[in-house]
């Protein structure tokens, strides 16, 4: 059964991610499969810098992340044809990796791979609290923050389309105990397709 676990920026995936990891359950993070294919000497790295030019390739030969953002996320144009080069990579990688429990792809839905999992789980916070949170732990300004969830799908729309939604609105104990939950709901849900 094929599982993933998508959510709006700055809702907790990563730390649900890590609770779940604790919990016992193999977890793949498309962000973390991104950032390999931009490492030096990573796939994306030639398509990205001919399509964008050098100015976005740090000295180390990797892609200069923040440079690259700069550009993609006030050009819709620049950042459809930065997918078209990544979406296909991580794709790739992610159904080649059999191990894992969970993928965790932030951009499920503008990817349109949804029809390649069994069960969609969404990670879902107010959107204030969101703001609140880019601001806070990404130093994002309040233009900065709203830039990048205009650049995905609103999460109550996610929400709206997964199986399982979990609402992050309160502490990281209560994000803690819902992943308990969700690894009891799964469980079940996986023992009844047996």
């Known amino acids: 059964m094929r599982i993933a676990l998508t959510g709006g920026i700055a809702c907790g995936k990563s730390l649900f991610a890590k609770f779940l990891r604790e919990l016992g359950i193999q977890v793949i993070d498309a962000d973390d ?11 994306a790295v030639p398509a990205i810098a001919a399509r964008f030019g050098q100015e976005v390739i740090a000295p180390d030969g990797g892609v200069d992340r923040a440079a690259l953002a700069a550009r993609v996320f006030k050009d819709a144009s620049a950042r459809a044809d930065l997918e ?4 296909p990579l991580v794709r790739s990688c992610l159904r080649e990796n ?31 609290l969101q703001i609140a ?3 806070t732990s990404r130093g994002y300004s309040r233009a900065h923050a709203e830039a990048r969830l205009a650049a995905q799908w609103p ?10 939604t979990v609402m992050n609105d309160s502490t990281p104990e209560h994000l803690r105990d819902e992943a308990q939950r969700l690894v009891v709901w799964l469980k079940e849900r996986i ?3 047996c």
């Open 133 to 135: 949170r880019m601001m």
């Open 155 to 164: 999460v109550a729309e996610k929400a709206a389309r997964c199986h399982y």
């Open 84 to 87: 078209a080069i990544i979406f």
């Open 98 to 128: 059999k191990q894992s429990t969970i993928h965790i792809i932030p951009l499920l839905f503008e990817s349109h791979w949804e029809s390649d999992y069994d069960i969609l789980i969404c990670i879902a916070s107010p959107v204030d």
């Open 33 to 43: 499969v991104v950032h390999e294919l931009e490492a030096p000497g990573g796939a």
């Open 191 to 193: 023992k009844d397709e």
